[in-house]
């Protein structure tokens, strides 16, 4: 009886295993590096038309990027938000404010999927935590402003419960409508 197909076939098993383990993943040699994710703390103002889910913050290239989704829970379609972000030591002290402006158009009652571009100075310690809050909602034929949200974001990272900022609607007089009905 011959011997040698089982000794080969072994062999060449034996070979290819090690070949396989001490190559490269083709995966992870294939993606860029990304930095993890960070949780971001959303305060939601219920009088806003605008919501927003899941913020996570991560830096993308060597920029920060906050991937998230906004819901427009209004009737009216909106055009872009105004953000504001705090960073929170752990000892409780608020060590940088920033606030933005982003183009967001959103149908009425929809939700879509953005990534906004905050500048954030300085680096961000692995401790610190985030909180994000809407400012101002702008729609095609309203703008709603929440009154002195940046005290109510920071009542919100110190866990106070129950502060409810008001919300001041005006007309948008300054975007261009689509829909107005001409009259001749």
């Not at 990304?34 to 949780?39: A, Y």
């Not at 103002?45 to 830096?59: G, S, T, Y």
């Not at 427009?72 to 933005?100: D, M």
């Amino acid at each position: 009886m011959n011997r040698a197909p089982f000794i080969v076939l072994p062999a060449c098993l034996l070979i290819g295993l090690v070949a396989l383990l001490q190559s490269p993943p083709l995966a992870a040699s294939q993606e860029p590096p990304r930095e993890q994710s960070r949780t971001v703390f959303f305060s939601d103002v219920l009088n806003l038309p605008a919501r927003i889910d899941e913020p996570k913050l991560q830096a993308i290239d060597g920029r920060p990027v906050l991937s998230c989704a906004v819901a427009n829970r209004s009737s009216e379609q909106l055009l872009g938000l105004r953000l504001l972000l705090i960073v929170v030591e752990p000892s409780g002290k608020l060590r940088n404010r920033i606030a933005w402006n982003e183009p967001a158009a959103i149908s009425s009652y929809s939700i879509k999927s953005f990534e906004f571009h905050p500048t954030i100075k300085g680096e961000l310690s692995r401790t610190d935590r985030l909180f994000l809050a809407i400012d101002e909602v702008i729609g095609r034929e309203t703008i709603w402003r929440v009154v002195e949200a940046d005290k109510a974001l920071k009542a919100y990272a110190r866990g106070l419960p129950g502060i409810d900022p008001v919300v001041r609607t005006v007309a948008n007089k300054f975007d261009p409508r689509n829909d107005v009905l001409k009259v001749y």
